[in-house]
């Protein structure tokens, strides 16, 4: 299983949809015997698969790494777990913009890549 995560790296990583499918192409010929329906899977889903690859490396990195998404989602959890109920949508969006604020002053963090979020 590991070296077929790591074969299937190469798809993710391509520099564009072209070359995507061919390390899917490839990818298919070595492991189609052995995990047949992950390979179907990748096939069937491959036109909302592929759009991922109109963004560049960095954003899509991001993407497949919810890491940071997540951490920017528990802070919200955190801010907002105490409020049973918000006056307006407003007051919400508030809360949740200074709590952004807050965030990215004292707790962001780089990526390896240098990204800052």
């Known amino acids: 299983m590991k070296k077929f995560s790591n074969d299937f790296k190469a798809v993710y990583n391509a520099p564009n949809e072209t070359a995507a499918y061919s390390e899917l192409e490839g990818i298919k010929e070595t492991w189609r015997g052995k995990y047949p329906y992950a390979i179907r899977n990748w096939e069937n889903n491959w036109e909302d698969v592929s759009s991922f690859f109109q963004f560049s490396q960095e954003i899509r990195k991001i993407m497949y790494t919810t890491n940071i998404l997540e951490g920017l989602n528990r802070q919200y959890r955190k801010v907002t777990k105490t409020k049973s109920v918000f006056p307006s949508e407003q007051s919400l969006e508030k809360m949740l913009y200074r709590a952004s604020e ?12 240098g990204i800052r979020c």
């Open 102 to 113: 807050n965030i990215t002053k004292n707790g962001h963090r780089d990526t390896r890549d």
